[in-house]
Every structure is written in structure tokens, then in C-alpha cells.
């Protein structure tokens, strides 16, 4: 549905969907309202939430998630991407892969099994901006997920075929059915521009727009939601006080402890060092990068966010400190200049490559209903 000028209808209309479909729907005490009897296999009695939290909003599947992705090369998906447009960027063992976000927009997974040697779960929601992978290996099998159709503090809720075990998105966990309590391996992307893409992995390849549906990419169903003075759509969860609920953070979670870094820090100090559950780290924020995926009618004209990364800082055993210097992230031991995508471009380090550790950029209320205790960087 694109939203030329009608926040307020997509909200009427998702709230009429929602109803409609709870209406219709065989409700119990083990089952979200609005799930049919005979749609699901999932062992409902086994769970690790209250089931009443969960909201059926579509049928499953309606939003049709990629099971056989097809790639295409930089020349060719510069035909229909801009050159500031948001892709999630994810390298594995030195293979590269774009994920446009004018895709994963209207399927939010693409099950990939023919890019790298590890079979993962490339996903995204809109409603938080969550994009994060995972490993799809369970227990020596292979998972292929769809989207539930459901949601859980507005965010995405997965299923996969095996089992219609569901899973959180942002948290990667079995939250109802068979593999309840199973956390799915994260792995570590981010969010960059096609050009900070390219540049980076100029043999990298883009998901096609060949996805065997029709959808309109490149344009953006959810008009103005990346708006700091919005509401969350579809959201009754708990709320924090310390950022308003659309305020974008980075997020890490490291031995147990979590922390959020608004983006209003990050883009004014764009480096920041800190250490989190024993993990030391640094965040980058470039000034110049992807634009919003959610903000303008056509994502190629949305307002530029910036791009984030999270690395460990340590090369061979040293431990490197980095400052922004001229729209470049430099280091003071070498001198040497890195992107943002942790790949050191000139100097001594010329090459070399920052480990990349798993994170992701967020709407703060999403981050908060999962982490609760979350701490709050500060400066």
C-alpha cells in the first residue's frame, strides 16, 4: 500500500485488517486472536511468552518472503538503485552481498542457501527498521522461514516450515512451538549506502528485483513512519521514558549486557569507544551514507540517515583508537584512514579489516520492549 498523504488511513486500515481477521478467527487461550484452527501446525502449549502479546495482522505468508534469491552485478543494479540508497551489506568469509532495502521492504526474509557456505535468514522489519541475519542451522537441520503474519510489540514475528515454530525477529528466539527457548545465531551486517557497498566490494553482488512477485520496488509503503515525532504503528508494549519511541539507536548485546547509542550521539561523535559485557568495541557513524528507507514516497529521494558500523578495535593483539577527521575515520597509532565499513582504505593498515560485531540499528521503543535493562550510552 503506498501512503502518498495517509498516515492516518494506513493506521485505520491496518487496525480495520487486524479486526477483521479477530472477528473471523478461532480464538483460545494457547493461540493469538485471529489464529485459524487449521493454518498452523505450531505446538501451541509450549512457549516462552504470553501468547496474548502476539496480534495476527495478515494471513501468513501474504507478505511473501524469498525462498530462491537470484543476484545480479553492481553495473546491473545500478540501473534501477541510487547511488545513497540503504542496502544491508552482509560479507561472509570474504563473499559480498547487497540486500537492497527496496526489496526486503515487501518481503522482509530472503532465505539464502546459494550465496555463502553458511545458510542464513536475511530479514527486516520496516516497523522497527530492524535488519539483521542469522544462521538458519538448528540442530544439524536447515530452517526455511516465512512471515507469520503476526506481530509482537510490533515487530515481526517469523515462522519456519519445519516445525511453525515462531520466531522473534529481533531477538532471533523461538518464542511458540516445538523450538521454544532455541536462539537462532546472529550474524554480524549492516545497513550503508549502495555506493559505500560497491566501493567497499566492487565484485559484490545485489538481490535481484527478479523475485517472482510483482511489488513496486523502490518505492516506499510507509510514507513519513522514519519521523522522529511518530507513533509506532501497531504498538501496546511497555515504554521508556529516557528517548522517544522512534528515536533511532544502534544496538549490542555482548556476555549478557545490552546497550543502546542514540542516533543523535552517534552522529555527532561519530566514533565512539566503549566496552560491553567484556567486549570492546567501536561505533561508527558515518556523517555522509544510506538514506532512510522509510521517510520519503521514493526511497531514492528520502533525507540521508548516515551509516553505522560496530567492530572490535583490535588488530593483531593492538588496540586501535579511531577519530573523525574530515569525513574519514583515522586511526592514532598508524594513521592510517578506514570507511565505515571497517576496511582500512590508505596508510600503514591499507587492507586490512575490523571484525565486524553483530548489532543493529533500531527504533528505540522496539529495542526497549526487548531489552528492558538495556543500558543507555550518554555523552
Not at 136 to 143: N, W
Not at 162 to 176: C, F, Y
Not at 241 to 265: I, N, Q, T, W
Not at 314 to 335: I, K, M, N, P, Q
Amino acid at each position: 500500500m503506498n501512503l502518498p498523504a495517509a498516515k492516518p488511513l494506513f493506521r485505520w486500515t491496518l487496525a480495520l485488517v487486524t479486526a477483521v481477521l479477530a472477528v473471523a478467527g478461532t480464538a483460545t487461550a494457547q493461540r493469538p486472536q485471529g489464529a485459524r484452527l487449521d493454518d498452523w501446525r505450531t505446538n501451541w502449549d509450549k512457549k516462552n511468552i504470553d501468547v496474548s502479546e502476539l496480534s495476527v495482522n495478515i494471513p501468513r505468508d501474504a507478505i511473501p518472503a524469498i525462498d530462491h534469491p537470484k543476484f545480479v552485478s553492481i553495473e546491473e543494479a545500478r540501473r534501477w538503485i541510487g547511488e545513497r540508497e540503504p542496502v544491508l551489506s552482509l560479507v561472509i568469509d570474504g563473499v559480498a552481498r547487497a540486500y537492497p532495502l527496496q526489496i526486503l521492504t515487501w518481503h522482509e526474509i530472503v532465505d539464502d542457501g546459494v550465496s555463502f557456505d553458511v545458510p542464513v535468514v536475511v530479514t527486516f522489519c520496516p516497523l522497527c527498521y530492524s535488519a539483521l541475519v542469522y544462521d538458519r542451522r538448528v540442530d544439524g537441520r536447515t530452517l526455511e522461514f516465512g512471515v507469520s503474519g503476526m506481530l509482537r510489540h510490533s515487530d515481526l514475528v517469523m515462522y519456519d516450515r519445519q516445525t511453525h515454530t515462531l520466531w522473534q525477529q529481533l531477538s532471533g528466539e523461538g518464542i511458540v512451538g516445538e523450538l521454544t527457548g532455541v536462539k537462532l545465531a546472529p550474524i554480524p551486517a549492516q545497513i550503508i549506502s549502495f555506493e559505500q557497498f560497491y566501493t567497499a566490494h566492487p565484485d559484490g553482488m545485489v538481490l535481484s528485483r527478479d523475485t517472482g512477485h510483482r511489488r513496486n520496488y523502490g518505492r516506499n509503503p510507509y510514507v513519513g513512519y522514519d519521523d522522529v515525532n511518530e507513533r509506532p504503528f501497531l504498538y501496546k508494549g511497555p515504554t521508556d521514558d529516557r528517548l522517544r519511541p522512534m528515536e533511532k539507536v544502534v544496538g549490542v548485546s555482548f556476555g549478557g549486557v545490552d546497550k543502546a547509542y542514540p542516533y543523535a550521539v552517534t552522529r555527532r561523535a561519530h566514533v565512539i569507544h566503549d566496552e560491553v559485557g567484556g567486549q570492546p568495541l567501536v561505533v561508527f557513524h558515518s556523517e555522509k551514507g544510506a538514506t532512510s528507507a522509510l521517510d520519503k514516497s521514493r526511497i531514492a529521494e528520502s533525507r540521508e540517515v548516515g551509516s553505522t558500523g560496530v567492530f572490535d578495535p583490535t588488530v593483531d593483539g593492538r588496540a586501535l583508537h579511531f577519530s573523525y577527521e574530515d569525513g574519514r575515520f583515522v586511526d592514532a597509532e598508524t594513521g592510517s584512514v578506514w570507511d565505515v565499513t571497517g576496511r582500512a582504505v590508505s596508510g600503514p593498515m591499507a587492507g586490512r579489516q575490523l571484525r565486524a560485531l553483530p548489532h543493529g540499528d533500531y527504533f528505540s521503543f522496539a529495542w526497549f520492549a526487548f531489552k528492558p535493562n538495556t543500558d543507555l550510552y550518554r555523552n
